[in-house]
């Protein structure tokens, strides 16, 4: 598969494809020695590539698929049977095995990530003690918050912490479909964020391998740098409980995260998936706990994708129950496009002190110069390889008007990033900071694959004046986003229609 210099054969693309077919497909046990063969046949041809060529750019990919294929089988806990065991662990020793072929013939070593991912899926399906890993911190990444770029950001309070208003979000590390990039490509993109000063990250349990690579990140940075950083990740529950809720239950939660994320949560943010389920404020109410006794293991606790009905009857819970709201945040989806938190969410938010992070600011990267005078993209196109994001933004724009609507806004937006030499993007984030009841932006971020940041970070450089939102009103009146909460739903609405 591999004979030729830097470039993978046909069949290497047919075998990958294929085999990508059986993980999407729910079969993952029996895609796992497809992904084992695919490691050992390049030792097998003695594979050579250079840097960024096709196969190196091919191997990233396939380990983008074993990242992939073995958080499937992390989220759906199979029964650690001996076949199991068997197949991860002799995944596990081609990947060691292709990391020391790679070190005697001077190759970049493709499968970092891939192989901290099969060791995390190990340690959850068959978990050893006596393996428990080192906390030892390697301090190798040469990291540093430049404090002249990153004196314009704006701060808010997060709880305890002193938060930056624009944060990176790994939801891109779930899929390969955004690109993949290696660990040391992804280590220069993180370095660059902190430099900038972009020190807050949001993540999830299930956004593939994000709290790993976040973690491992943090855990070699230097100690004034490390503890600036905020890993901000979440506990999702998206269908029945298969327990009770018990103080010990919900702490072995959190501690998971801790444990992937190599030390503190500093806000872990809960999604529930069934509100008729009222298990989700006994959690809340010991997440809360958990928090004041234990700080060091998470030391603050958010929502994510609640309502507003829903915020309200847990922050009175909270309230009824321990004497405080406790929680800080909600995240939820907020932008010129969805801007249903306006409604009402906003009010829940005063009322309680709690900040909106907010996602879908970008559109998935449509609220933006690249798409003003373009014509509507056909979401199915193959050539134009939209990513998940832009799909699932595309929807919203739908359900919001119309590719014509979306073009009179870009006009308007780009109108006035011209008054500020700014970009229509930086526009738009600007518009959803300036709502008291955000907290930040977070944006999405393919680590290594493409970068924003020193766009945006000129959200910082300027304000809107009432004219400019007038303008934008003109074209985009708040009416749309009552249409859109009375069509769809308040926020994360969606989300639960699916489950
Ligand atoms: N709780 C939830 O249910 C939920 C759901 C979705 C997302 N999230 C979180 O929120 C984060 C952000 O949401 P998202 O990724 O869905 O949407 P998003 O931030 O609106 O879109 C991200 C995309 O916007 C583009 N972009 C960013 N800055 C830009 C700029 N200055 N100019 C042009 N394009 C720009 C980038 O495209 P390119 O990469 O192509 O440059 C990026 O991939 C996620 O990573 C995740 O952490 C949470």
Known sequence: MFQEHGVPSSAALEVSSSTRCLF???????????????????????????????LELYLERVSGDIIQAVQALKESRPKPTEDLRSLLAELIQNLADCSAYCTDNSLSYPFDRAQRQVQDVLAIIFPDPSQSESSARKEIVDASIDPQISACIEQFKLGP?????????????????????????????????????????????????????????????????????????????????????????????????????????????????????????????????????????????????????????????????????????????????????????????????????????????????????????????????????????????????????LQALLKVLRGIADKYNVSTSNVATRWVLDHDEVGAVIVGTRLGVSSNVSDNMHVFSFSLSDEDKAAIAAVNPPEKAKALFDRIGDCGGEYRKMH
Not at 26 to 51: C, G
Not at 286 to 312: M, R, W, Y
């Open 24 to 54: 999407s497909s729910k079969l993952v046990p029996e895609s796992l020695p497809y992904l084992s063969h695919i490691v050992r046949a390049i030792i097998a041809a003695n594979a050579t590539w250079s840097p960024n060529d096709p």
């Open 161 to 405: 912490h002193t938060a930056p208003r624009l944060f990176n979000g790994l939801w891109q590390m779930s899929s390969p479909a955004w690109g993949s990039a290696s660990s040391a490509k992804q280590d220069i993109a993180l370095t660059e964020l902190v430099r900038c000063g972009l020190v807050g990250t949001d993540m999830a349990d299930h956004y593939g391998d994000a709290e790993l690579i976040y973690g491992g990140f943090r855990n070699r940075l230097p100690r004034e740098v490390a503890d600036r950083v905020l890993a901000m990740t979440k506990w999702c529950i998206f269908g029945p409980l298969e327990k009770p809720v018990t103080p010990e239950f919900v702490l072995e939660a959190v501690k998971e995260r801790s444990r992937r994320l190599s030390g503190r949560v500093e806000l872990l943010q809960f999604h529930w998936h069934d509100y008729e389920a009222k298990e989700y404020l006994q959690i809340l109410a010991e997440l809360v706990k958990i928090a004041k006794a234990q700080p060091s293991l998470v030391s603050a606790i958010g929502l994510c994708n609640f309502d507003t009905e829903h915020t309200v009857e847990a922050c009175e819970y909270l309230l009824a129950n321990l004497g405080e709201v406790g929680i800080v945040s909600n995240q939820v989806q907020y932008s010129l496009i969805d801007s249903r938190p306006t409604v009402a969410m906003a009010a829940a938010c005063q009322k309680y002190g709690l900040k909106l992070l907010t996602y879908g600011s970008f559109c998935g990267g449509f609220l933006s110069d690249r798409w003003l005078g373009k014509p509507a993209p056909d979401v199915y196109s193959e050539t134009l390889g939209l990513t998940p994001s832009q799909r699932k933004y595309y929807d919203m724009i739908s359900t919001w008007g119309s590719w014509e609507e």
